[in-house]
């Protein structure tokens, strides 16, 4: 896996063709990042495992096979893709209506796409991203809902643009994220723009524009916990050593279960612990 402390190194790797640099998954989907809400869109168990559903879908016990914490804290994105899969096995053999199916086909791929770009498996990455709209696209035609539609079509500049930034394809990002942002500008909401900021704050980061990135960053949402992640090697970046320290200490210290936590905990421990 990558070790986001050597940002420099592999942004010079990149710059002469590797996509062997990768970003951390934003597990809650997309559709709750780009509207502008909190990360902490899935279950949250007694047992302190990880859901793979977001809150919107109500799944019952027998169907909600969960992905353990242990395999995202290890890296162990093989593991909870097999997770994911024994529950996408178990959902033809439920009674789903057709639009309910397809929205839980829809999120099961969005999950395997971030696991997939988590562990370089760019192709599959891709493939699951590919296959997740278009179970979106299905489900939007059955609802003929507009405002459905918008989600949809915005969803897929967010996850695209996300994706190519995951694999170092910052000029394909950059036209997504141009192309959600003529969508988001729209939206009467003042977090409308939030998932924006998040992602071309990664953009700038990744592309040595540490202070722009950091400019992003603080328009975007300051609980975010996956971009604060980011936001702290920004600042870093941009010389801004204890407020880059402050926001790693934050991120360590939180408990809850939850995929950000099991992706950026370490990781801004291991920040912590070279100071």
């Not at 967010?158 to 939206?187: C, D, H, P, S």
């Not at 900021?197 to 592309?207: C, K, N």
């Not at 609980?223 to 934050?250: C, H, M, P, V, W």
């Amino acid at each position: 896996m990558v070790d986001f402390g050597k940002i420099k190194s592999a942004r010079h790797s990149r710059s002469q063709g590797s996509a062997s640099y990768l970003g951390e998954g934003y597990f809650v989907t997309a559709r709750h990042v780009v509207n502008g809400c909190d990360l902490d869109a899935i279950y949250h168990y007694p047992n302190s495992d990880i859901s793979i559903f977001r809150k919107e879908v109500e799944l019952d016990e027998s169907l909600a096979v969960r992905v353990k914490n242990e395999h995202m804290f290890d890296n162990d994105y093989i593991g909870a893709i097999e997770h994911i899969d024994k529950i996408e096995q178990a959902l033809e053999s439920k009674d789903f209506d057709e639009v309910s199916l397809l929205g839980r086909k829809a999120t099961i791929h969005w999950q395997k796409m971030v696991c997939y770009a988590h562990n370089q498996m760019e192709e599959d990455a891709y493939s699951a991203l590919e296959q997740g709209s278009i179970f979106g696209e299905k489900r939007a035609e059955l609802l003929k809902d507009e405002n459905t539609w918008k989600a949809v079509r915005s969803e897929k500049q967010f996850e695209t643009a996300w994706v190519n930034i995951l694999f170092g394809k910052y000029e394909e990002a950059k036209k997504n994220l141009a192309k959600l942002k003529e969508m988001q500008e729209k939206r009467n909401d003042p977090t409308a723009m939030y998932g924006y900021h998040g992602l071309m704050g990664m953009t700038h980061l990744m592309e040595g524009n540490y202070q722009q990135a950091v400019d992003n960053f603080n328009k975007g949402n300051e609980n975010n916990i996956y971009f604060n992640y980011f936001k702290g090697l920004s600042l870093r970046a941009a010389g801004e050593e204890e407020q880059a320290i402050k926001t790693f200490q934050d991120l360590a210290k939180i408990n809850f279960s939850a995929w950000e936590i099991a992706i950026v905990k370490r990781l801004a421990q291991k920040q912590l612990d070279g100071v």
